[in-house]
């Protein structure tokens, strides 16, 4: 708010220049006192005719403060109502008024405004109504834009639906969340209004000789430029400064108004070391019930927690908390959870990829031998390409749309494997065909908006299967898509697993998602893994109450009555975790020993389970009706 | 007598511009020849996946958008009859509750101020009597009075449906159009606000008209089910009949395609899967005028699919459906899909 | 392409007419008789009247508007009233020096603009980002005049460097467009750089927290790689934009700076036409600057459908 305070210091002296001044602002006090320098009597000397350059500076700042209000006025008077209006109504008017808007616009603004000051003479309050007017285009054009967003929203449908005429809903819906937009632009352009004064009467054709105005200074100093560039400098500064300070307090009320999004630096925060927490298990790794996935495993995980710095406080909140998962060869792993389980940000750290300012550490991440703590950027980036392919939710955010999907797919080939442009395109053609997309020698060279969302889904799997990866992870692959096009993405991607004998971590908040394709399940709950076991053992008798709770809440394909059973409650935010058992508070089943102490994840009947009761609870499964 | 009438209704989108000023794009067949009634208190679900139509179609319904062809009546209202101004009278009647819990509230009005709107245009409510029936709807959807005092974005997305819903049953309206009202929420929430919801139909006693694509969603609240497949309905029925015994191939395959946590379920659901459905698109491009839109796609194909958009006629479950196995070939007429034999494509 | 280009081409055209049509009745505006201004003080009334019927002025103002513009179109821009000469023959004289001018700014703003945006937005937060960002807010605060004074007193002046003034009779060779040029340019530029720098700078930022380039990453590419090849080109969008309002801006500035070196552009004509009430003059100066900054805007449009697939196969 420094930019605040700077003008309101501009404001008062302008307010209090006659008072403040201590000489006359177009006299000089002796004619002789010509250019001298910055003295005790003359604080910032005088210009060619003697005239004192500190008090007519003082004067100056009425100029540009009334300038630029004139501008801004005007600007906002014309331009907001137009833009309200054809925003809102459109039709011929719209079409009519923004060529009017482009018409201004297509010429400088400086060089507008001088073609309408040749109609109505010179002068600064006319220079300004020109300067306004040109503005007002601008004006016009922004409302507009925001006009138009706003319209999209929902809540103005919703104001139509409850009845609301056209009139309330532009005063009362748009225009507020109109308004900072407006707000922010008013005060930029504020200074560009200051900038045009300075410029117009700089010509001569702003403020008069007898005005003291920034720009008329600027103009009576060029005459002397070739004795002293000394009455150049401050009413060039006084501009200078003045204009950067509504820029800074412009800036300031942009941050203040919206939530711009901090992180900015590319998402490569590395996975740091760190030692096993004696609570899970003591450092040794849980040996399940009936361990399919010890024998041969690809992935495993040791310990990951994810901290982000909590906005506002010193402190880090952790995300995800002591993850411990195994995935073997050839084996479909499901991670399954509610948003607000961490389960994306699982698969990211695994990746090394956690968006800045996010902190992962784990004690150990072993892909196929390899162990990725700890490893250096270069090459993790290469296993990343080579050893690790992703899927994500949305096919088009993930498909950078300048580039065609034959170029995106082959990249990895030629970068990583160092295929020649032939050869890369020959298996990208192979590749699109394994993945089904019909016709790939054409489809190739296709932008990824040309393709549906089932198929562009499937141009990301070909991208993430190129360099024949060992591990696919899919973080909620068919969230976006169909319901009739989803499974045959997922058909797709077991069959991709059975035939490259590759591994699956897949990662979804659906269960009949996970009952389609995977072998193995982990449940996710704030931050933890509460359950592991095999798909049919986990969906018919689960270890873990939110297991129960989350197979009973999905609305099934079967004739019922009465209500559906729910979940009470709401997930907990990372911050409020408690220490003990994290589900304890929507827990049917909780007992005084749930909120003893913190509940390590133990070998169950089926698998691992993270409840204390889970020996003494007959949970109910997917094949029980309740009722 | 039904609440609400929609008779062949269209709603066709002009294109826009092209590259050369003159140049207009096709336009956007969104809705064609639509049919569907709700009576008082019933609850109907529409059913349909991306570029159905289902969601153009409701706003048809609430005055949002202006239909091409067709007609709309609710109760004595002809509705399309009506000019620019919408009567207050069906402001009151239709009500909306949407998607999107974060934009359909607006973020710069207090929770009293969006709950109050609609009772102040419509009903004329001022002062204590607004208070008091503000409160009310309230404690209607499980939240607190003090929550009036609060902003939208406060709130949890499954909190914000609530008030949402609460805005909508300000007016008491005879019908509420819900447009993939739980969509947006987690599981849990989710069957939170449906039981909510199925509560708040037998207390007010307003007809619904449930706009999503999740069939098991649909199937807990409604009665009946209108299933839409770009810009066509297709079939209509009870609930339990569309869902268990289809008499539309596309509705067989948008059965099969929900998957079913029980994995021996699934396990069977993913070999029909792959049997209903031919090719890997989904509905893409414009809707054909004079064709059944699912031909693309259907296993069951014959020619006359290519070349006219088929009759529809009365189920044996008592709804309709529009597809030429029941008026041509097998001569279904109107009996599920299921007394098809699987070889040999007769009934 | 072809395509987009005849129809921007195409709508540039009753553009053109409505800024003609705009200008000319906006500087008739003014009710000031300009055979007076020509004659001076002791002109006859004869001789007035003479000298009225000579410049088509006595005509209804329709009349006079249609003639002017049947001119117009065929490339006459009319007679400059004071000087007597073509006003096209005039102005093309100036046009290479104001474009000059202009380019040279522009390819500075552009260069620097764009260099110190990526660089912020890499390293944004940190102190690169912050020392680029107040320097970027400080220079779209200067206006181009005052830095012109200063570079012209400084360099010119007192360190003598480079000439102050424009060589009489134009430069010779490159060299002596270079000299001359330069702090003209450089006294442009600086706003405009700023303001493709914090352009650039959000751009950026902003296509970097996209998914795409988080997929990028994921297959294991380089993070110089990631920038390069994935980010900028689509961080470009908005910055042509930009860049085609600077364009519009430095033409505006050139005025200024024109004026203080003396250098015999547009941006001269256009004032001294102000000045003088020189109807013809203006008109001719308008219409020769807005036709530029739409040639540059069709340009930009083009370069967008390059950038920018889905505007290439849009109708």
């Known amino acids: 708010m420094v930019g605040g305070v700077y003008l309101l210091v501009v404001v008062i002296v302008a307010l209090l220049a006659p008072l403040l001044a201590p000489h006359d602002e177009n006299l000089a006090t002796r004619f002789q006192d010509i250019l001298f320098n910055p003295s005790s009597e003359y604080w910032l000397g005088t210009d060619h005719v003697g005239r004192d350059i500190a008090s007519r500076l003082m004067f100056g700042a009425r100029y540009a403060l009334f300038a630029g209000a004139e501008a801004v006025v005007v600007a906002l008077a014309i331009g907001v109502p137009l833009g309200l209006l054809i925003g809102y109504f459109r039709g011929w008017v719209d079409a009519v008024v923004m060529r009017i808007v482009e018409t201004v616009v297509a010429v400088p603004a400086i060089v507008m405004a001088m073609a309408i000051i040749a109609g109505l003479g010179v002068g600064l309050t006319k220079a300004m109504l020109a300067v306004g007017i040109v503005y007002s285009m601008v004006i016009t054009r922004l409302t507009r834009a925001e006009v138009f967003a706003a319209r999209e929203e929902l809540y103005v449908d919703g104001a139509i639906a409850a009845g609301a005429s056209s009139i309330r809903v532009m005063f009362r819906h748009v225009l507020p969340n109109v308004a900072p937009a407006l707000i922010v632009q008013t005060t930029l352009l504020f200074a560009q209004a200051i900038l045009a004064e300075a410029g117009l009467s700089f010509l001569g054709i702003g403020a008069g000789s007898d005005q003291a105005s920034w720009g008329r200074m600027l103009r009576d100093a060029q005459l002397s430029i070739d004795r002293t560039i000394w009455p150049a400098i401050p009413p060039g500064l006084a501009v200078f400064s003045t204009v950067v300070a509504f820029n800074v307090f412009g800036d300031g009320l942009r941050d203040a108004f919206a939530r711009e999004a901090r992180g900015g630096r590319i998402g490569v925060g590395d996975v740091q070391r760190r030692e096993a927490r004696p609570i899970d298990n003591e450092g040794v790794p849980v040996q399940e019930a009936g361990g399919s996935s010890a024998s041969d495993p690809v992935l495993t995980v040791r310990g990951l927690s994810v901290a982000f710095p909590r906005l506002g406080t010193d402190d880090d909140v952790e995300v995800v908390s002591g993850i411990d998962l195994d995935v073997g060869r050839g084996e479909v792993v499901a991670l399954v959870g509610e948003s607000g389980s961490g389960k994306s940000i699982t698969a990211l750290s695994i990746l090394g990829l956690v968006p800045d300012p996010g902190q992962a550490s784990a004690s150990s991440i072993m892909l196929d031998g390899s162990e990725l703590v700890g490893m250096p950027f270069e090459q993790l980036s290469r296993i990343r390409g080579t050893d690790i392919g992703v899927i994500f939710q949305e096919p088009f955010a993930a498909l950078n749309p300048a580039h065609t999907v034959g170029r995106q797919v082959a990249e990895p080939l030629r970068y990583h494997l160092g295929m020649s442009r032939a050869a890369a395109r020959a298996r990208t053609i192979e590749l699109l065909a394994e993945v089904g997309i019909p016709d790939p020698e054409s489809r190739i060279d296709a932008y990824p908006h040309e393709f549906s969302g089932g198929m562009a889904q499937r141009v990301v799997a070909a991208m993430a299967l190129a360099c024949g990866p060992k591990l696919l992870i899919a973080d909620e692959p068919t969230t976006a898509l169909d319901v009739t096009v989803q499974g045959q993405l997922l058909d797709l991607i077991g069959d991709l697993a059975r035939r490259r004998s590759m591994s699956v971590l897949l990662i979804t908040h659906d269960l009949g998602v996970v009952a389609d394709l995977a072998d193995r399940v982990a449940v996710m709950y704030a931050g933890q893994v509460v359950e592991t076991g095999c798909l049919e053992d986990v969906f018919a008798s689960p270890q873990h109450p939110y297991t129960e709770g989350l197979i009973r809440a999905i609305p099934r394909n079967v004739s019922r009555s009465g209500d559906l059973p729910t979940i009470p409650g709401l997930v907990p935010s990372p911050w409020e975790w408690p220490d003990h058992c994290h589900f304890a508070d929507r827990c049917e089943h909780v007992t005084q020993e749930c909120r003893s102490g913190a509940v390590a994840l133990t070998p169950s009947a089926t698998g691992l389970s993270r409840c204390v009761r889970a020996e003494e609870l007959a949970l109910k499964g997917v094949r029980e009706e309740a009722s | ?347 | ?315």
């Open chain 3, 1 to 315: 392409m072809l395509r987009l280009l005849v129809g921007r081409l195409t709508a540039a055209v009753p553009l053109m007419f409505a800024v003609a049509t705009l200008v000319f009745f906006l500087a008739q505006a003014n009710s000031s008789d300009p055979a007076g201004s020509i004659l001076g003080l002791d002109a006859t009334e004869d001789a007035i009247d003479a000298k009225r019927a000579e410049l088509g002025i006595d005509q209804p103002l329709l009349s006079q508007y249609g003639d002017w513009l049947v001119d117009a179109v065929q490339g006459d821009l009319g007679t400059n009233w004071f000087t007597g000469e073509e006003i096209t023959t005039e102005l093309s004289d100036r046009i290479p020096v104001t474009l000059g001018l202009a380019f040279g700014g522009l390819l500075l703003a552009v260069v620097i603009g764009c260099s110190l945006g990526v660089l912020a937005a890499l390293k944004a937060g940190r102190w690169q980002d912050r020392v680029i960002t107040v320097i970027a807010s400080l220079g779209i605060a200067m206006p181009s005049f005052w830095i012109a004074l200063l570079l012209a007193y400084y360099f010119a002046i007192e360190l003598r460097w480079l000439p102050a003034v424009w060589p009489p009779g134009g430069p010779d060779g490159i060299g002596e467009w270079v000299e001359a040029l330069v702090l003209p340019s450089v006294a442009l530029g600086v706003a405009a750089s700023a303001a493709i720098a914090r352009q650039t700078r959000s751009a950026m930022i902003g296509v970097l927290q996209r998914d795409y380039v988080r997929t990028a990453l994921a297959k294991g590419l380089p993070v110089r790689r990631v920038v390069g090849r994935h980010a900028i080109r689509n961080a470009a969008i908005p910055v042509v934009t930009l860049i085609g309002f600077q364009v519009a801006a430095l033409l505006g500035g050139s005025l200024f700076v024109e004026l203080i070196f003396n250098i015999p552009g547009l941006g001269s004509y256009g004032v001294d036409a102000i000045f003088r009430g020189n109807v013809p003059a203006l008109l001719g100066f308008v219409m020769v600057i807005a036709f530029v900054v739409v040639l540059v805007n069709i340009a930009l449009d083009l370069s967008y459908a390059w950038l920018n697939p889905k505007v290439r196969v849009r109708g």
């Open chain 2, 1 to 347: 007598m039904s609440l609400l009438e929609v008779s062949d209704l269209s709603v066709v989108f002009p294109g826009g511009r092209g590259t050369l000023p003159w140049q207009r794009l096709p336009n956007v067949r969104a809705v064609q020849g639509a049919n569907l009634s709700i009576r008082a208190s019933e609850s109907v679900g529409l059913v349909g996946e991306s570029g159905s139509g289902k969601t153009t179609l409701g706003r048809a319904i609430l005055r949002l958008l202006h239909p091409t062809e067709g007609t709309i009546r609710l109760g004595d209202f002809d509705v399309t009859g009506f000019g620019r101004r919408t009567p207050r009278a069906y402001r009151k009647a239709v009500q909306v509750v949407f998607q999107d819990p974060v934009g359909s509230l607006n973020p710069a009005m207090t929770v009293r101020d969006i709950v109050a709107e609609p009772l102040r245009l419509n009903m004329g409510l001022q002062g204590a009597a607004l208070d008091d029936r503000s409160a009310e709807l309230m404690g209607l959807v499980g939240l607190e009075a003090h929550h009036l005092e609060r902003y939208p974005y406060e709130f949890s997305g499954g909190q914000r449906q609530r008030i949402a819903i609460a805005r909508a049953l300000a007016t008491t309206p005879e019908l509420l159009v819900l447009d993939e009202p739980v969509s947006a929420l987690d599981v849990s929430t989710q069957s939170q606000v449906i039981n909510l919801l199925e509560r708040l139909q037998r207390e007010t006693d307003a007809a619904y008209l449930f706009i999503a694509h999740d069939l098991a969603v649909v199937r807990h609240v409604c009665q009946r089910i209108a299933v839409m497949y770009h810009s066509r309905i297709v079939e209509t029925g009870p609930a339990d009949a569309i869902c268990d015994d289809p008499a539309h191939p596309y509705t067989a395959l948008l059965i099969a395609s929900i998957p079913d946590p029980d994995p021996a379920v699934q396990r069977e659901k993913t070999s029909r899967r792959r049997a209903l459905g031919r090719g890997v698109a989904g509905a893409t491009g414009a809707p054909p005028v004079d064709a059944c839109p699912f031909a693309a796609r259907c296993p069951h194909v014959m020619d006359i699919c290519h070349t006219s958009f088929p009759t529809p006629i009365a189920t044996a479950a008592g709804g309709e459906v529009a597809c030429h196995l029941h008026t041509t070939g097998p001569m279904l007429g109107g009996r599920p899909l299921s007394e098809l034999d699987p070889d040999t494509d007769e009934a």
